[in-house]
Every structure is written in C-alpha cells, then in structure tokens.
C-alpha cells in the first residue's frame, strides 16, 4: 500500500502553483488540498477556467492536488472534474439559529449537492471543525447518515476531535 502525505495549502494561498508545487514537495509531500476560495489564488469565480492548469503545475512539480477546499457550486463540481480533483472539502457551519436549525440547513444543502456529486463523479468531504461548526466526527456521521457513501465522506481530524473532546483513537475507527 502505497501513502499520500498531504498538507492543507492555506497558508499559501495566494502562490501561483508554479510556486507552490516546488514549496511543497520541498517539504516533502506529494499531496495538497487546494483553498479555492475568494482571498485565494483560485477564486470560485475562476474555477473552472483556473483549476485545471493549476492542478496540471502541482502535478509537474510531482504533487498530486487530492482535494479542494471550496464551495458546493455546480461551476465547482465542474472544476474538479476537469482538473481531475476527486474531492471538495466543507465544513458544517452553524448559524445563530442554534444547532438543531443549523444541521438541517446544512443537511438540506448536502442533498441538493447530491446530484451534483454524481453527476461530475466527485465526491464531499465534511470536516469536523472546532468553533461555529460541528466539531465532531461523531457529529458529522450522523450529519452524513443516509448520503451516498460513494459520494459523501467525514474528512477525519484528530485536532478538532481533540479540540471537540473526543479520543481520536475511538473517532478514527468509527469514521474508517
């Protein structure tokens, strides 16, 4: 079995990737997840016209881009599959409205998404986060219960289990 260390790219977030492919092979990992968001250099805005040249930089600098940190947009969806990104990364963010009322508008969006996941043959990652979102892996199973598994997974944590309170050695398991 071979193994992808990656590293989330946030932190150079605006380096072009004829910048970023070289940094993080540097650091000595094949993978990264790419922010595709507004203060980046990937916007949602330009994504698909974007993305795939983006990707094909990182790939030539022996880094594969294994996700995405981006929105649930149909031009998105269209993005990664023509870059050939297999997964976009969300988390469940929770509203002033309270828990309960937060979930079910986060659930609702992720069935809308649902088509959309099949349709481009990419799948949803939710991330527990600490803070304003759900912070647990137990949390986000249950958030995904009934989804398609082949489209929809939990992008497991071990800091904002911790974070959370939980055991990251029970959570892994659970999520695996």
Not at 42 to 50: G, I, L, Q, R, Y
Not at 60 to 74: H, M, N, P, Q, R
Not at 107 to 132: S, T
Request: aromatic share 6%; with cysteine.
């Amino acid at each position: 079995m071979s193994y992808v260390w990656s590293v989330f790219t946030k932190p150079w977030s605006g380096l072009p990737a004829a910048e970023l492919g070289p940094l993080v092979a540097g650091l000595g990992f094949t993978g990264a997840e790419v922010p595709v968001r507004d203060n980046a250099h990937v916007t949602p805005a330009e994504a698909e016209s974007k993305l795939p040249a983006f990707v094909e930089r990182m790939r030539a600098a022996g880094v594969d881009v294994i996700s995405i940190a981006g929105d649930l947009a149909e031009p998105t969806f269209a993005a990664c599959r023509a870059a050939g990104v297999p997964l976009i990364r969300v988390m469940a963010e929770l509203g002033p409205d309270g828990y309960a009322t937060s979930v079910a508008r986060v659930r609702k969006r992720l069935e809308e998404a649902a088509p959309l996941a099949e349709r481009y043959g990419v799948q949803v990652g939710v991330q527990p986060h600490h803070g304003r979102f759900v912070s647990s892996a137990l949390g986000v199973l249950q958030l995904l219960d009934g989804l398609p598994v082949r489209r929809f997974r939990v992008v497991w944590d071990a800091a904002h289990d911790a974070l959370a309170g939980d055991d990251p050695r029970v959570t892994l398991e659970l999520v695996a």
